[in-house]
């Protein structure tokens, strides 16, 4: 690896850690497309592009997500019954999706991730809440699609599920706070199955990077972790002090045109 493509990889972590603790939002939305370019600047072939950049993207988010938990757990803010009735279908979503995604050609992958990146940031802007329907808890029987589907979408797009269970829990009348802190916990178990999958698969394409496990780039997880390890809490410290609204309306804009161009960047 050339000096500049450890600098480009650090700063994608520097990136990607502030808004991760300035907006709560995960970074496989800006990771995936940065990281597709990256690849293809390094001259990876085209095939492979965006499942490395997919399978590289869940790698970081197993340390972003050990990391948010440690912090919710301090604050007694997870609701872990609700994660360790709903983990099990998280797993086998993701277990699944994952493997469906390696057998896809890289276009396809680009063109799922645009569409529901679209429909993330369509959530980013306007928020979308449905009526709380019931005061109850949720049913494990309720919990086992509802795991399945989150754990499919998120790891079809290599994002933690926040986007998904938050608003999902919120449904349930669940107290915000507690919903995002549940959320990062169901994270871990999305990332972790998607990366036992991708670390497994082989590929007979050509020009692939040395260091990969699988489809997993270890030399850009270490440094995008690295990266957004020294950002997160900046970005944290200035979530009451900027206008967070305008900027999730800004940074929706901004993961539409990456995947946008990312897309297009194979025709």
């Known amino acids: 690896m050339t000096l500049a493509g450890i600098a480009l990889l650090a700063t994608l972590g520097l990136i990607v850690g502030f808004f991760a603790g300035l907006l709560g939002i995960g970074g496989g939305a800006i990771m995936v497309p940065a990281l597709t370019a990256y690849f293809l600047w390094q001259g990876t072939s085209p095939d492979s592009v965006v499942h490395l950049a997919l399978a590289t993207s869940m790698s970081c988010i197993i340390f972003t997500a050990v990391f948010s938990i440690h912090t919710h757990h301090k604050h007694q803010a997870i609701i872990w019954p609700i994660t360790v009735k709903i983990s099990p279908a998280v797993l ?8 469906w ?4 050609s890289s276009k396809t992958v680009a063109l799922i991730f645009m569409l529901l990146m679209f429909l993330i940031a369509l959530q980013m802007v306007w928020g979308f809440k449905p009526k709380a329907k019931t005061t109850k808890k949720i049913k494990t029987i309720e919990l086992i699609p509802a795991g399945f589907i989150i754990g499919f979408i998120s790891a079809m797009i290599a994002i933690g599920g926040g986007s998904l269970t938050v608003p999902y829990l919120s449904f349930h009348q669940i107290n915000i706070k507690k919903a995002i802190a549940t959320a990062a916990s169901i994270g871990l178990p999305i990332a972790v199955a998607s990366c036992l999958v991708f670390s497994i698969q082989t590929t007979q394409q050509n020009n692939l990077p040395d260091q990969i496990i699988g489809y997993i780039y270890w030399p850009a997880t270490v440094l ?12 944290a410290n200035l979530t009451h002090r900027l206008p967070t609204d305008f900027l999730k309306k800004v940074f929706a804009l901004l993961i539409v045109l990456l995947a946008i161009r990312m ?5």
């Open 92 to 99: 086998l979503g993701s277990v699944l999706a994952t493997f």
């Open 224 to 235: 995008i972790t690295l990266g957004s390890s020294l950002t997160t809490s900046l970005g």
């Open 101 to 104: 995604v390696t057998q896809i």
């Open 263 to 267: 897309f297009y960047t194979f025709y």
